[in-house]
C-alpha cells in the first residue's frame, strides 16, 4: 500500500488515493504483437509414449518434429490425474484444493475467471471445436467464456458405439477397457471430426486474434483403433509395465483393491503387450491428426503468428503396478508428468527445459504469451523466462499435484456405470483407499502425503518407476520429514488466494431498495394490511 504525505479523505474505510494496482502483475503494452491460439488436448496420454521424450518404440514423427522447433518441458506435472479436477485446475491456474473442484461433478461456475474468459475479454475469438471440455458447469458458463462450441464437422460413426461395445466383449478384457480392432466404418469419430473441423476453420479463421481449442478423448480408454494403426505394432516389442512383484515397501490400498475388484491380478504378459499396442496405435492416429492440422498452419503461412500447445490432462497406468486406467488419488509418475510442448508465434525454438514446472503455470505464460493482462488472483508463474532461457532465473523448486476425498464427502462421489462400475463401488464402499493425498516433486524424490494412509518416498533418479516405496525406513526419515515440511509449508501457503478487487465499505452512506428500517416498524405497530396475513381474521 503506497499513501502520500497529504491529509486523507476518507470514504467509509478506504483512502481515496490508495493504490489498487497490483505492483507484482505484468504490464501490458498497448502496441505489442497479439498471437493467435491453438491447444491440441489428447486425453489420458502417458509423458513416455512419445518419440521426443525418449520412448523407441512409438511412432510420432509429427509432434517430434513440433517438439524440435519448439520449446518443452521435462519436468512438468499435472495438479490432478482425473479429467475434471486437472482440467479446471489448468485453466483456473489454481492448485484443486483452493478452487475445491476435486470431483468430476464440481465445475466451473459464471463467478469463476478463467483462461479462455480472459482471453474472451481481452478481444480473443475463442473457438471450442468440439461438444466437450468437462470443466464448465453448465451452458450459460461456456458462453460467458467463448464464441463458438461444439462440432463444425459432425462425426458419422456413433459417439456412444464403444461404452455399448464394453458390454459385449468378454468381460476378462472388458476390465482392461479393452476393445481391439476396430472396423473403418467407425473411424469418422469424435476425434476424427474435430480434426476435419479444424482444418476447414483454419481455412477461414476469424479476425485475429483467435484461440482456437481441441479437447479431444483419444487415447482415453476403451483401447481401440482401426487399421492402419491397429497393425502398427510389434506386441513383444512392447515395454513392460512396472510389475508388482519389482515392488517394495508400502503400497497404498487403492492398488490392490482394483487388481482383486477387477480380477486382473493374474493378466499376462501378452495381455499387456496387446493393450500398450493398442495404446500405441491410438496415439499414432493422434499424431497423423496433429499432423495434418500443422501442416495447413505452414500452407497458411500461420507459423509465425500462431502459439500452438499441445499438452494433456493426465496420465494412464497402461499395466504399471499391475493396474489400468487411472485412480482419483493416484499420483504416479505415469498418471501426472505431463507432455507439454510450446511452439510457434515466436516462441523459442529447440529449448528444452528440465526445471520443476506446473500445469497452473500455462494460464499466466498463455497471458504473457498474448499480452492479456492478469485481473484475478491464481496459483501460476508465467514459463516465458525459462522459454527464454533468462540468466539467473529461478522457477519453482518443486511440483505439487493432488488428489482424493475425505470420508465424509462419500455422497458426492460419482457412481458409474460399467465398466467403471467397479470403480465407484470402491469408492464408496472403502473410502479411505481414494482419502485426499497430496504428492510433491523435485529433481531428487517423489513424496506423497496420505491422509489416511501410510506416506510414500521415492528416489527418482534411481527408481523412476516408483518401485521402491522408502518411507517408514530409519535411514530415510530424515528425507521424509524434509519432504512432510515442505508439503505443510506449501498447504499453509496456498491455504487461499486473497481477492485482487477491493470491496468498499460504505457504512453510514449505503443505501438499500426498500423501506427504512424506521418504515417497517411504523407499518407493523399499525397492523400489517396484508389479506394474506395468517392471523388476519
Same mark, same amino acid.
Given at each position: 500500500?503506497? %499513501?502520500?504525505?497529504?491529509?486523507?479523505?476518507?470514504?467509509?474505510?478506504?483512502? %481515496? +488515493?490508495?493504490?489498487?494496482?497490483?505492483?507484482?502483475?505484468?504490464?501490458?503494452?498497448?502496441?505489442?504483437?497479439?498471437?493467435?491460439?491453438?491447444?491440441?488436448?489428447?486425453?489420458?496420454?502417458?509423458?513416455? *509414449?512419445? /518419440?521426443? #521424450? /525418449?520412448?523407441?518404440?512409438?511412432? #510420432?514423427?509429427?509432434?517430434?518434429?513440433?517438439?524440435?522447433?519448439?520449446?518443452?518441458?521435462?519436468?512438468?506435472?499435472?495438479?490432478?490425474?482425473? !479429467?475434471?479436477?486437472?482440467? !479446471?485446475?489448468?485453466?483456473?491456474?489454481?492448485?484443486?484444493?483452493?478452487?475445491?473442484?476435486?470431483?468430476?461433478?464440481?465445475?466451473?461456475?459464471?463467478?469463476?475467471?478463467?483462461?479462455?474468459?480472459?482471453?474472451?475479454?481481452?478481444?480473443?475469438?475463442?473457438?471450442?471445436?468440439?461438444?466437450?471440455?468437462?470443466?464448465?458447469?453448465?451452458?450459460?458458463?461456456?458462453?460467458?467464456?467463448?464464441?463458438?462450441?461444439?462440432?463444425?464437422?459432425?462425426?458419422?460413426? +456413433?459417439?456412444?458405439?464403444?461404452?455399448?461395445?464394453?458390454?459385449?466383449?468378454?468381460?476378462?478384457?472388458?476390465?482392461?477397457?479393452?476393445?481391439?480392432?476396430?472396423?473403418?466404418?467407425?473411424?469418422?469419430?469424435?476425434?476424427?471430426?474435430?480434426?476435419?473441423?479444424? %482444418?476447414?476453420?483454419?481455412?477461414?479463421?476469424?479476425?485475429?486474434?483467435? *484461440?482456437?481449442?481441441?479437447?479431444?478423448?483419444?487415447?482415453? *480408454?476403451?483401447?481401440?483403433?482401426?487399421?492402419?494403426?491397429?497393425?502398427?505394432?510389434?506386441?513383444?516389442?512392447?515395454?513392460?509395465?512396472?510389475?508388482?512383484?519389482?515392488?517394495?515397501?508400502?503400497?497404498?490400498?487403492?492398488?490392490?483393491?482394483?487388481?482383486?475388484?477387477?480380477?486382473?491380478?493374474?493378466?499376462?504378459?501378452?495381455?499387456?503387450?496387446?493393450?500398450?499396442?493398442?495404446?500405441? /496405435?491410438?496415439?499414432?492416429?493422434?499424431? =497423423?491428426?496433429?499432423?495434418?492440422?500443422?501442416?495447413?498452419? +505452414?500452407?497458411?503461412?500461420?507459423? =509465425?503468428?500462431?502459439?500452438?500447445?499441445?499438452?494433456?490432462?493426465?496420465?494412464?497406468?497402461?499395466?504399471?503396478?499391475?493396474?489400468?486406467?487411472?485412480?482419483?488419488?493416484?499420483?504416479?509418475?505415469?498418471?501426472?508428468?505431463?507432455?507439454?510442448?510450446i511452439g510457434g508465434g515466436g516462441a523459442p525454438e529447440g529449448v528444452v527445459?528440465?526445471?520443476?514446472?506446473?500445469?497452473?503455470?500455462?494460464?499466466? #505464460?498463455?497471458?504473457?504469451? *498474448?499480452?492479456?493482462?492478469?485481473?484475478?488472483?491464481?496459483? $501460476?508463474?508465467?514459463?516465458?523466462?525459462?522459454?527464454?532461457?533468462?540468466?539467473?532465473?529461478?522457477?519453482?523448486?518443486?511440483?505439487?499435484?493432488?488428489?482424493?476425498?475425505?470420508?465424509?464427502? &462419500?455422497? %458426492?462421489?460419482?457412481?458409474?456405470?460399467?465398466?467403471?462400475?467397479?470403480?465407484?463401488?470402491?469408492?464408496?464402499?472403502?473410502?479411505?483407499?481414494? /482419502?485426499?493425498?497430496?504428492? !510433491?516433486?523435485?529433481?531428487?524424490?517423489?513424496?506423497?502425503?496420505?491422509?489416511?494412509?501410510?506416506? &510414500?518416498?521415492? =528416489?527418482?533418479?534411481? =527408481?523412476? $518407476?516408483?518401485?521402491?516405496?522408502?518411507?517408514?525406513?530409519?535411514?530415510?526419515?530424515?528425507?521424509?520429514?524434509?519432504?512432510?515440511?515442505?508439503?505443510?509449508?506449501?498447504?499453509?501457503?496456498?491455504?487461499?488466494?486473497?481477492?485482487?478487487?477491493?470491496?468498499?465499505?460504505?457504512?453510514?452512506?449505503?443505501?438499500?431498495?426498500?423501506?427504512?428500517?424506521?418504515?417497517?416498524?411504523?407499518?407493523?405497530?399499525?397492523?400489517?394490511?396484508?389479506?394474506?396475513?395468517?392471523?388476519?381474521?
Amino acid at each position: 500500500m503506497v %499513501l502520500n504525505d497529504q491529509p486523507k479523505k476518507f470514504e467509509g474505510h478506504i483512502p %481515496l +488515493d490508495f493504490v489498487t494496482e497490483n505492483p507484482n502483475v505484468r504490464k501490458i503494452d498497448p502496441t505489442a504483437r497479439r498471437p493467435n491460439l491453438i491447444m491440441f488436448m489428447p486425453d489420458q496420454l502417458r509423458y513416455d *509414449c512419445l /518419440g521426443f #521424450t /525418449g520412448n523407441n518404440v512409438i511412432k #510420432t514423427p509429427n509432434l517430434d518434429a513440433f517438439a524440435k522447433k519448439s520449446t518443452t518441458f521435462t519436468n512438468c506435472y499435472a495438479q490432478a490425474s482425473v !479429467c475434471a479436477q486437472s482440467r !479446471c485446475s489448468m485453466f483456473l491456474g489454481q492448485y484443486p484444493h483452493i478452487s475445491a473442484h476435486r470431483s468430476l461433478d464440481t465445475l466451473i461456475q459464471l463467478w469463476e475467471s478463467d483462461m479462455f474468459k480472459g482471453l474472451k475479454e481481452s478481444g480473443y475469438h475463442v473457438a471450442h471445436l468440439t461438444p466437450r471440455g468437462h470443466m464448465y458447469a453448465d451452458a450459460e458458463v461456456t458462453a460467458q467464456r467463448v464464441h463458438e462450441y461444439g462440432f463444425l464437422v459432425e462425426p458419422e460413426a +456413433d459417439m456412444w458405439r464403444a461404452g455399448k461395445k464394453m458390454s459385449e466383449v468378454d468381460l476378462a478384457w472388458a476390465r482392461l477397457f479393452y476393445l481391439g480392432e476396430r472396423e473403418e466404418d467407425d473411424s469418422f469419430d469424435f476425434d476424427e471430426a474435430a480434426t476435419r473441423g479444424a %482444418l476447414e476453420w483454419l481455412q477461414n479463421p476469424p479476425q485475429e486474434p483467435w *484461440c482456437l481449442f481441441l479437447p479431444l478423448i483419444w487415447p482415453h *480408454c476403451p483401447f481401440e483403433v482401426e487399421e492402419p494403426w491397429f497393425s502398427m505394432y510389434d506386441r513383444s516389442q512392447m515395454p513392460e509395465p512396472v510389475s508388482v512383484k519389482s515392488k517394495t515397501g508400502f503400497e497404498p490400498a487403492y492398488m490392490k483393491a482394483i487388481r482383486e475388484e477387477y480380477n486382473i491380478q493374474s493378466t499376462t504378459k501378452e495381455k499387456w503387450q496387446e493393450i500398450a499396442a493398442t495404446y500405441y /496405435g491410438m496415439i499414432s492416429r493422434l499424431d =497423423d491428426q496433429f499432423g495434418r492440422i500443422m501442416k495447413v498452419v +505452414d500452407e497458411k503461412g500461420l507459423w =509465425d503468428n500462431t502459439v500452438t500447445l499441445f499438452f494433456t490432462d493426465h496420465g494412464e497406468y497402461l499395466g504399471d503396478h499391475g493396474l489400468i486406467e487411472k485412480w482419483p488419488s493416484g499420483l504416479s509418475d505415469s498418471l501426472v508428468k505431463e507432455p507439454l510442448i510450446i511452439g510457434g508465434g515466436g516462441a523459442p525454438e529447440g529449448v528444452v527445459v528440465e526445471d520443476m514446472t506446473e500445469m497452473v503455470d500455462m494460464l499466466p #505464460t498463455v497471458f504473457e504469451l *498474448c499480452n492479456v493482462p492478469e485481473t484475478f488472483p491464481h496459483n $501460476g508463474i508465467s514459463l516465458v523466462p525459462l522459454m527464454n532461457q533468462q540468466p539467473g532465473y529461478k522457477h519453482k523448486e518443486y511440483a505439487f499435484s493432488e488428489g482424493g476425498f475425505l470420508l465424509s464427502e &462419500e455422497w %458426492l462421489l460419482e457412481r458409474p456405470r460399467f465398466p467403471y462400475d467397479i470403480k465407484g463401488k470402491l469408492q464408496h464402499e472403502q473410502t479411505q483407499i481414494v /482419502g485426499k493425498a497430496t504428492s !510433491c516433486r523435485d529433481h531428487d524424490f517423489t513424496y506423497v502425503y496420505r491422509l489416511y494412509e501410510q506416506a &510414500e518416498l521415492y =528416489d527418482r533418479r534411481n =527408481d523412476p $518407476g516408483e518401485r521402491h516405496n522408502l518411507s517408514g525406513k530409519p535411514e530415510w526419515a530424515h528425507i521424509e520429514a524434509k519432504y512432510q515440511s515442505v508439503v505443510f509449508r506449501w498447504l499453509v501457503e496456498t491455504t487461499d488466494l486473497m481477492s485482487w478487487k477491493h470491496d468498499f465499505f460504505f457504512g453510514p452512506n449505503a443505501k438499500i431498495d426498500g423501506p427504512t428500517p424506521r418504515e417497517l416498524l411504523t407499518k407493523r405497530k399499525q397492523g400489517d394490511d396484508r389479506p394474506d396475513h395468517p392471523f388476519r381474521m
